[in-house]
């Protein structure tokens, strides 16, 4: 059965507060921060989901910079067919960052879930209702905690006086003092327990970097994962053009590692996988060789 795609789109904009001017690396890696970010919350809502993230325009003005999300996704029970799964990520991305505003560098407790929405409280003893979704991802994923608190260490670099993020439904605005908030990691990496481990398979191919040194797109296990390639030999090569033939369906002989994210109680936290490419270890099978293959394990039946 041919699957269904829902491709949708969403503007908003994010906004530097002060002068009109900004570190280029500093622009820069905020930019990297953002779009690493919604990429994980897009996948959270489908994990076949392509993301695209386009600066639409850098306008006058205390550094405004409107983007443009664009996501193409499968219909996911995450997302009635209606919903546009680009704008619920920016109204989890602006919800994200009130949830670590309001918890200031400390854990939050989620007392109940109802119907979507859950109810937290916080070091202070307050109360907070956010999406049910929106928390899973500040529990579960460091990486988002952390490009989050770098995003407010560098606009506190940038001795810019606050960030607004706003969308046709939503805004966020947060002051200096905010942001000194914001900075403060509460699920650092180096504080995990996980599950660490090296297998060796044969992974096909959905979507590669052929130009950049961002994730690569693989199926594993049922489903999209997004790898990060360490083999520094095998991107030059492909970067120069020496190995070709990558596209989705060929399958690439690699050693994987796969981190898991461990609860309290040593149980895997659902989602919370990383994959990391150590080696390619092979050449790329094209599906026509595995055609090849199965044609001649047939015939010596």
């Known amino acids: 059965m041919k699957k269904k795609f829902n491709e949708?789109?969403?503007?908003?904009?994010f906004k530097f507060d002060g002068d009109n001017e900004i570190d280029a690396k500093s622009l820069s890696r905020s930019l990297e921060l953002v779009a690493n970010t919604f990429s994980y919350i897009t996948n959270t809502y489908d994990d076949s989901s392509y993301m695209k993230m386009r600066v639409a325009a850098i306008r006058p003005g205390s550094f405004v910079i409107d983007f443009n999300v664009l996501v193409e996704a499968?219909?996911?029970i995450l997302c009635?067919?209606?919903a546009s799964i680009a704008l619920e990520s920016i109204k989890t991305f602006i919800e994200l960052l009130k949830i670590k505003t309001a918890a200031n560098g400390k854990p939050v407790e989620r007392i109940k879930t109802d119907n979507g929405l859950a109810l937290i409280k916080l070091d202070d003893g307050s109360t907070m209702?956010?999406?049910?979704l929106t928390l899973n991802i500040f529990?579960?994923?460091?990486?988002?905690d952390e490009n989050l608190s770098e995003i407010a260490s560098l606009t506190l670099k940038e001795n810019k006086d606050g960030i607004i993020v706003q969308s046709d439904e939503d805004s966020f605005l947060a002051n200096r003092n905010d942001l000194r908030k914001i900075s403060k990691i509460v699920h650092s990496k180096e504080n995990e327990k996980t599950l660490d481990q090296i297998i060796d398979i044969n992974l096909p191919l959905k979507k590669p970097d052929l130009t950049g040194n961002s994730c690569w797109d693989f199926h594993y296990g049922g489903r999209t994962i997004h790898a990060k390639i360490e083999d520094s030999?095998?991107?030059?090569?492909?970067h120069t053009h020496k190995i070709?033939?990558?596209y989705a369906g060929v399958q690439l002989p690699v050693k994987l590692r796969i981190i898991t994210v461990l609860d309290s109680y040593g149980i895997p936290i659902e989602d919370s996988d990383r994959y990391i490419v150590m080696q390619i270890t092979g050449n790329p099978i094209l599906p026509e060789d595995m055609q090849e293959k199965q044609l001649n394990y047939i015939d010596k039946l």
Not at 129 to 132: D, R
Not at 139 to 144: A, D, I, M, W
Not at 233 to 238: P, R
């Open 244 to 246: 070709r033939d990558l």
């Open 139 to 144: 529990e579960n994923s460091p990486t988002v």
């Open 8 to 13: 949708t789109s969403a503007s908003f904009m």
């Open 129 to 132: 209702s956010v999406g049910s």
């Open 74 to 76: 499968t219909l996911t």
């Open 80 to 82: 009635s067919p209606g």
């Open 233 to 238: 030999s095998f991107l030059e090569k492909v």
